[in-house]
């Protein structure tokens, strides 16, 4: 039924996300020299300086050297300098954490002992997705859930679930996690910090809307588990599984439990209570955070036994793996760069005002969502976006009346979408390794996708309605 414009979608082939952001980059140099320039009164508010939304008035037009092309991502690099470094420094750590097979044992481990017992069968998958939720909440767990995929399928078709099962399990726990972040570095530090949020506002909501947010995602596979256990018939996939030929009922080996993984997964747990407590009781910023992770990764790699060379290298290759995030984060901040200097950024707030002013106040964050989702398929890195998007969407907050916390979880709650994406590299990593044709899996997406977008707008009602965060 939705197999042909879905295939159609699916086959549209978009260039690479820096192409997109240095594209935006010429178009908005392009429109600094015909949009007029202007500025707003900065006033004081809560310690900070906002937009007073009475005092907009035309200036001398700035017409800036078409050599900001150029000019403005490198000058997008000084700018975001600590969020870069920020960045780095947690690729690098995560890949030594990778590297020392401590998580996948673990994981492994904690799925053979529930499968093992038929009575806890029933918890598996409510279990299994609140870890994976746990990891995308806490530290963003993406690319790093792909190699899981080929675990969870036949041990799902062992337990007589079909493939899809197998995939949900790692993909839409970790999706929902994501999402519904409580302290994901990648998302909500980003976005908090380019808002001039402290990165505990908020954080109690935040919570909450992981809990809600996760237990909808577990509900709806536990529900569409059952009901294939059932009656294998209903799969939608049950052609592609025949096809894998017959199940293996001992799917895997889990790995050796030895004492350094206990004690990397030890340290790995201290440092994420650690984390938790400084920024919940310290007030860290960016800085105390990297110098955490980077500490973490030290001595993770040196308790799995890697020596130091080969944290060295697993670090800067994990770092490496950021570059093409960090270049993005710095032609995202050209933006800003080239708006700033042609004094353009006032005058769109000005017309955006004005536009989203005639909305009821209580349908604003719903808007900024809907705005946010249809940004996040063209650019579907959660950080690139947060970069890209929040020095507009927050002083806009300010001046239609809301908050700037409201902005940051209007924009992160547009993350619940990129599972059925067909721009995204996680996406289509986990589908490619499951070898499940991307129109089959949005097909199935699609009602939970609807559920996950009425969530959204119902959870952004309440911060409306209490002035949410600090400001």
């Known amino acids: 039924m939705h197999g042909g414009w879905l295939t159609k979608l699916k086959n549209v082939k978009m260039p690479h996300t820096l192409v997109v952001v240095e594209a935006l980059v010429l178009l908005v140099l392009v ?12 006033v004081p508010l809560n310690g900070r300086l906002v937009p007073d939304p009475a005092t907009y008035h035309v200036v001398q037009k700035i017409r800036l050297s078409p050599a900001m092309l150029v000019l403005a991502p490198l000058r997008g690099f000084l700018d975001g300098g600590m969020l870069i470094a920020f960045l780095l420094v947690i690729g690098g750590a995560f890949n030594v954490l990778n590297e020392t097979g401590a998580v996948e044992v673990g994981i492994k481990r904690l799925t053979r002992a529930i499968s093992a017992r038929p009575t806890l069968e029933c918890l598996m998958i409510p279990v299994l997705m609140t870890v ?7 530290f963003g767990l993406g690319e790093e859930l792909i190699p899981f995929v080929v675990i969870f399928i036949p041990l799902a078709r062992s337990l007589g679930y079909d493939s899809i099962v197998g995939v949900c399990i790692p993909f839409l726990g970790a999706a929902a996690g994501f999402a519904a972040a409580f302290l994901n570095p990648f998302t909500v530090g980003v976005a908090q910090k380019i808002a001039g949020l402290p990165i505990n506002s908020g954080l109690g909501y935040r919570v909450f809307t992981w809990a809600v947010g996760t237990a909808v995602m577990v509900a709806y596979v536990m529900v ?23 199940v ?27 984390l938790v407590y400084g920024i919940m009781a310290l007030g860290w910023d960016m800085d105390a955070m990297g110098a955490l992770f980077l500490a973490m990764g030290i001595a993770l790699g040196l308790a799995s036994g890697m020596g130091g060379s080969r944290i ?24 800003l760069v080239i708006a700033n200097d042609a004094k353009i950024l006032d005058t769109v707030l000005f017309h955006s005002k004005n536009l989203m002013g005639v909305l009821p106040r209580a349908v604003i964050p719903q808007t900024m969502f809907l705005i946010q989702t249809v940004i996040n398929f063209f650019i579907h890195s959660g950080t690139a976006q947060a970069a890209l998007t929040m020095p507009i969407m927050a002083p806009l907050g300010d001046l239609v009346g809301v908050t700037r916390q409201t902005s940051v979880y209007a924009f992160q709650l547009c993350e619940f979408v990129n599972p059925i994406l067909p721009t995204s590299a996680v996406t289509m990593g986990v589908l490619g390794a499951a070898k499940l044709p991307w129109e089959r899996w949005a097909a199935w997406f699609l009602p939970l996708m609807g559920i996950l977008i009425l969530l959204a707008f119902l959870l952004l009602i309440p911060p409306v309605l209490f002035h949410y965060g600090p400001f």
């Open 312 to 335: 060295a290298q697993s670090f800067v290759a994990g770092a490496k793996d950021m570059v093409g995030v960090v270049f993005i984060v710095a032609c995202a901040r050209a933006l």
């Open 224 to 246: 569409y588990a059952r009901r294939i256990k059932r009656d294998p018939s209903l799969s939608p996939v049950r052609d592609l599984d025949e096809a894998r030929g017959p």
């Open 31 to 42: 429109a600094s020299w015909i949009i007029p320039s202007g500025q707003f009164d900065r």
């Open 132 to 138: 994976f939720s746990l990891a995308g909440s806490i």
């Open 248 to 274: 293996d009922r001992n799917p895997g080996e889990e790995g050796a439990w030895t004492p350094r993984l206990v004690l990397v997964l030890a340290l790995f747990a201290a440092f994420l209570v650690l």
